[in-house]
């Protein structure tokens, strides 16, 4: 298994900033993803974060948006960028391809429920 | 990726079994049928995952029926503890994980 702890775990913020969230893994992992989760919804991919590569964006997400960074294989971080009002949500990351655990076995992180005002 | 269909909700009472059904008609031959729990203001956790026929660990049980066109999740003498959103995902063997609406559990005394 893995560990997995986000930071904040929560903020409060005024649309036009942006917010940097960090996922930080107790083992190195290959895969890296990072969804939202909107108030009551279920959750929705954003983007794949392999280390060494760029981030791959589903549709609907950009990376003006959404920069990410994966600088090593233990630690990834989201930005939302330029937030508004519907940019309120949770943002959890999750894990895969930690040893010999199966792609469809991932790990998710507490977190971060972000509020824009 | 195949679609799922489940439940929106289910209402329980401590120590009964539930079994949650979930649909996915367009299942493919590579997909696996996978479920995951997610407790309020966590992040969803993995509790089984099956191919076909029978799958049982120390959380459930995972029923597929031959055709694979359906599976039920069996959460056994469940607890006010089980009380969560359980999300049935199908899929291939590939990272990406595609989530549906899920189904409430709520678990009463």
């Known amino acids: 298994s893995a560990v997995i702890s986000q930071k904040p775990s929560r903020d409060i913020c005024q649309r036009g900033t942006s917010l940097t969230i960090q996922c930080q893994v107790d083992?190195?992992?290959?895969?890296m993803f990072w969804y939202r989760q909107q108030p009551g919804q279920s959750l929705t991919l954003i983007a794949t974060a392999n280390q060494g590569s760029e981030a791959t964006y589903e549709s609907g997400f950009v990376i003006d948006k959404f920069p990410i960074s994966r600088p090593n294989l233990t630690f990834s971080t989201l930005t939302v960028s330029n937030m508004s009002p519907e940019d309120s949500s949770i943002y959890l990351c999750?894990?895969?391809?930690?040893?010999?655990?199966?792609?469809?076995?991932?790990?998710f992180g507490p977190g971060t429920r972000l509020t824009v005002t | 990726l195949a679609k799922t269909t489940q439940p929106i909700s289910m209402d329980s009472y401590e120590g009964q079994e539930v079994n949650i059904t979930c649909s996915h008609n367009?299942?493919?031959?590579?997909?696996?049928i996978t479920w995951y729990q997610q407790f309020p203001s966590q992040g969803p956790r993995f509790i089984i995952q099956g191919y076909k026929t029978k799958v049982t660990n120390e959380v459930a049980s995972l029923f597929i029926p031959a055709d694979r066109k359906s599976s039920t999740l069996s959460l056994p003498r469940v607890s006010l503890s089980d009380t969560a959103v359980y999300y049935c995902l199908v899929g291939d063997d590939d990272y990406k994980l595609s989530f549906g609406a899920g189904t409430t559990v709520t678990v009463r005394a």
């Open positions: 367009n299942i493919a031959t590579n997909d696996y």
């Open positions: 999750s894990v895969g391809g930690a040893g010999n655990i199966p792609p469809y076995e991932q790990y």
């Open positions: 083992s190195q992992v290959t895969m």
